[in-house]
């Protein structure tokens, strides 16, 4: 079963700030975050993994809820550059191999 | 340099012929999974690989074939495509399920 993120898209000026949500309604045992611009492949973002340990850009600002099943991105000082699709993808167990993700967040930043 | 390489880049093709479509990765990934992507629908897992010879379903396995008989290289086969698999496909790949993925460029398909 696909997460659910929140919003489905935004519309932000450069240099505000966004977050953008991930939810599920099975246990998770990591979360990971990708963005796509269009035309182009996902790229990674970031791996939050169940116990606290965070893989990814030293940019980029996440949080991982276990209890709750859900993560959240945030987005800071947007730039035209962040523009795109964001998607989040989760993990159920440490033996799973399923990864499965959202239908994505579009994010626009303007001038 | 590393990368994962899909071919073709695009195809057409009409119902009932059976295609391949070509994946592979330069760095030695153990896993590596498919996916299609539509609008409105996000990236759907179709096959997944933890390693040689071991492959499992995602959550759209229907009309559709993987093989992993060498750790570089999975391909996605087609034996009798039909117009709703039109759709953008990728492959990606990475050390395990919990490292950073790289997609390929993505293959877009269609099936008339």
């Known amino acids: 079963q696909q997460p659910v993120q929140s919003p489905q898209a935004v519309i932000l000026r450069e240099g505000e700030d966004a977050v953008i949500n991930c939810s599920s309604s099975k246990a998770l045992y990591s979360v990971h975050w990708y963005r796509q611009k269009h035309g182009e492949a996902p790229v990674f973002l970031m791996i939050l993994l169940k116990g606290g340990e965070q893989k990814g850009h030293e940019k980029i600002s996440a949080s991982f809820n276990e209890k709750k099943q859900q993560s959240s991105l945030y987005l800071t000082a947007s730039q035209l550059s962040y523009s795109g699709t964001y998607f989040c993808g989760t993990a159920s167990g440490a033996g799973s191999y399923q990864l499965t993700f959202g239908k994505g967040t579009k994010l626009s930043v303007i001038p | 340099e590393a990368q994962v390489t899909q071919n073709p880049r695009y195809l057409i093709t009409v119902t009932g012929k059976k295609l391949t479509v070509t994946c592979s990765q330069n760095m030695n990934h153990e896993y590596m999974s498919w996916y299609r992507q539509d609008p409105g629908l996000g990236l759907r897992q179709i096959y997944y690989s933890m390693n040689v010879e071991v492959t499992d379903k995602g959550d759209v396995p229907e009309g559709y074939k993987v093989s992993r008989k060498e750790k570089r290289n999975f391909p996605l086969i087609l034996e009798s495509p039909s117009p709703n698999q039109t759709s953008l496909y990728f492959c990606?790949?990475?050390?395990?399920?919990?490292?950073?993925?790289?997609f390929g460029n993505g293959t877009r398909l269609t099936v008339t």
């Open positions: 990606a790949s990475g050390m395990t399920i919990n490292s950073p993925l790289h």
